[in-house]
């Protein structure tokens, strides 16, 4: 089978080659699917820089989701599986033509469902369920502040947080992103790039607190949240992208960056800060993630649901879709073909 391998770190076109590999046997408990496409997200740039602890050893197949159709069942999967169109999430691996994955991480789709808006659904709609409807679940009239909101799991926090009838803050960078998130409904949008996003984010509070940030950026960006955050008020972190720099100096920095939070202070504050990684939970409670792509699937059919897919990218332009995710230049869902 072909498959995008990473040999090395750095720039993608660099790194980054279609080499032939052996076709996955499924294990115990798994499914292989024959792929029809994969999703990316920040976490693919992150872990081709070398900036994301949780990547195989080199040289490796990355990809977190797939959507094909299950063509091989491993011992103790239902047989109702098999031929199945499937949208799945994957512990790397999806950057291939046939991928592994547990069969409880994954949904049936209809064969009509646009690979993208499938695609959405797996690594990012979970992060985003499990975010605001498990971990942290959201309640009438909380102010609910999203950063990165345009990209693509905070399309699907933005409209989780305005059906649960919050109050939302969506910080973005550029005109046509600030115009999307209006038209979905959101109160305050912030354009990072017309100021300084968190003065701009002060003035839209006027004088009052935020209930919960919804953090993908780390770094700086998480003691102004702190600043922001009232009594009984979250900070859900589920990503770092402002750390640019590999090594243990660019751990420090990026560390140092987002300062020391002494526990104590947390509690007299009433406040608490949350932290996401959904390749732990899928290694450690399957469960959940079958909870969660049920939960997306559903609050998706019942509509009202605007699942923005960026572009499909065939599968030779990869390193150009990988750097246009890196630049900021994209939102919502990329996702690229076979």
């Known amino acids: 089978m072909k498959a995008w391998t990473l040999s090395a770190h750095g720039a ?29 997200n ?3 740039v992150m872990a081709v820089r070398g900036l994301y602890r949780e990547a195989p050893p080199l040289p490796s197949i990355l990809g977190y989701e797939v959507v ?13 599986l098999l031929g199945a169109r499937v949208a799945a999430l994957t512990r790397f691996g999806g950057y291939a033509e046939y ?19 499938a695609a959405a659904m797996t690594t990012q709609g979970c992060t ?36 649960s009838g919050c109050e939302v803050f969506a910080i973005a960078g550029g005109r046509e992103k600030v115009e999307h998130l209006r038209s979905l409904g959101v109160h305050h949008v912030i354009d990072r790039h017309a100021g300084d996003p968190r003065r701009l984010l002060r003035d839209r509070l006027e004088g009052s607190r935020l209930d919960i940030s919804f953090n993908a ?12 955050l009232g009594s009984a008020g979250r900070i859900v972190l589920y990503g770092g992208s402002q750390r640019t720099a590999a090594g243990p100096f660019g751990t420090l920095r990026f560390v140092w960056n987002m300062g020391v ?34 939960g997306i699937k559903a609050t998706y059919d019942a509509g009202g649901i605007d699942v923005h897919v960026h572009g499909t990218f065939a599968s030779e332009r990869l390193p150009e879709a990988l750097n246009k995710l890196a630049s900021g230049g994209t939102m919502g869902k990329v996702v690229v073909s076979w």
Request: charged share 20%.
């Open 12 to 40: 993608p076109e660099r790194v980054l080659r279609i080499q032939q590999h052996p076709r996955p046997l499924p294990g115990p408990g798994q499914v292989r699917i024959k792929s029809e496409g994969f999703g990316l």
């Open 42 to 44: 920040y976490a693919d």
């Open 68 to 80: 094909g159709v299950v063509d091989e069942l491993g011992e103790g999967v239902s047989e109702a």
């Open 99 to 117: 991928a592994l994955t547990d069969h409880r991480a994954l949904i049936i789709i209809p064969g009509d469902m646009p690979l993208g808006v």
């Open 128 to 163: 985003a369920w499990y975010a605001a409807r498990i971990l942290c679940p959201l309640r009438t009239g909380e102010r609910v502040l999203v950063h990165a909101a345009a990209g693509g799991v905070g399309q699907w926090l933005v409209q989780l947080a305005l059906r």
């Open 217 to 228: 950026v780390g770094g700086t960006s998480f003691r102004s949240d702190m600043r922001a």
């Open 261 to 294: 939070v002494v526990p104590i202070f947390l509690m007299m504050r009433s406040q608490s800060i949350l932290g996401i990684n959904m390749l732990r939970i899928a290694e450690h409670r399957p469960d959940l993630i079958a909870e969660c792509l049920a």
